[in-house]
């Protein structure tokens, strides 16, 4: 059984060579450069509702 998201959840992950870091909390998550403040966010329901943008299938 999978661990409830209760909490924020912070992990640092490259993209193109590049450090981000990944926020998940129980809202939703958030994508920043590392180093910097501002970042792209989404909520869960923005994603599952199909408000993430052109390329945010979820599900298949």
Known sequence: MATKLSKQLKREIEVDGKPYMITLSPEGLKLTEKGK????????????????????????
């Open 37 to 60: 403040r501002l970042g792209k966010e989404m909520t869960w329901k923005e994603i599952v509702g199909g408000d993430a943008g052109p390329s945010g299938s979820v599900g298949g």
